[in-house]
């Protein structure tokens, strides 16, 4: 019997390895963001999505420390360390890049005026409450930065994160046990095994890593899963 190519995939590689790198996990997302979005990238791995956004859509990023336009990342030997984002990576700017006060950039975060926001995360519920930014741990360094004033002033809020902890936990619980950073404000998670949007107590699975069963992502994911129709 002629073998599906997925089957033959799933023959060579174990589908415990079966997984997006972290730049394939941007450039997913970033093939997402349409014409004219205006959105901010958290520190950490959202910053590489910056890298992959298409380069036939006008796409703008705003950045936390007052930038509108922010560019790739600089090539190393080219940095200019007066150009940083929120990660105090050096940066390029955009043809047309405006550069304002930090108290204006917050205003236009809290103002609704950012189409969408990446952000990292500990933990994601299924209702949509984010945890990113202490796991609880006695003696830990608070490490909020903007991501509260992001969690409430997006239109959309996407994760970008692995789907289990190193020790194997899925990210994705039915109730988040670390601190809240945001209620019910993810809308949508691009994971190392799948994109899964949130939407009234659901999450429904877009996309999964080439290889990898529905059954598989289901057994590492601890809510349940539904997959979109077709």
């Keep these: 019997m002629e073998q599906t190519k997925t089957q033959l995939r799933e023959a060579v590689m174990p589908a415990a390895e079966l997984k997006w790198t972290r730049a394939q996990m941007a450039a997913r997302l970033a093939s997402d963001v349409q014409e004219g979005t205006i959105m901010n990238l958290g520190v950490g791995l959202p910053t590489l999505v910056g890298n992959h956004l298409p380069k036939d859509r006008e796409i703008l990023i705003q950045v936390e420390n007052g930038i509108l336009g922010a ?75 903007g991501a ?45 095994l799948a994109v899964i949007a949130l939407k009234d107590g659901r999450a429904t699975v877009l996309d999964i890593v080439p290889g990898m069963s529905f059954a598989e992502l289901q057994k590492r994911t601890a809510v349940p899963l539904a997959q979109a129709d077709g």
């Design 148 to 192: 509260m004033d992001l969690a409430a002033g997006a239109k959309e809020l996407w994760v970008l994160m692995e789907h289990s902890t190193k020790s194997g936990e899925s990210k994705l619980v039915e109730r988040c046990s670390y601190p809240l950073t945001g209620l019910a404000c993810v809308t949508r998670i691009y994971s190392d």
């Design 71 to 145: 560019g790739p990342n600089a090539p190393k030997g080219e940095e200019d360390w007066d150009l940083v984002n929120a990660g105090k990576q050096a940066i390029q700017l955009l043809p047309g890049a405006s550069l304002f006060h930090h108290a204006d950039s917050f205003a236009m975060m809290r103002g609704g005026h950012v189409d969408i926001c990446v952000i990292g995360a500990y933990q994601v519920a299924l209702n949509g409450d984010l945890a990113n930014w202490s796991t609880g741990e006695p003696g830990a360094i608070p490490a909020i930065g």
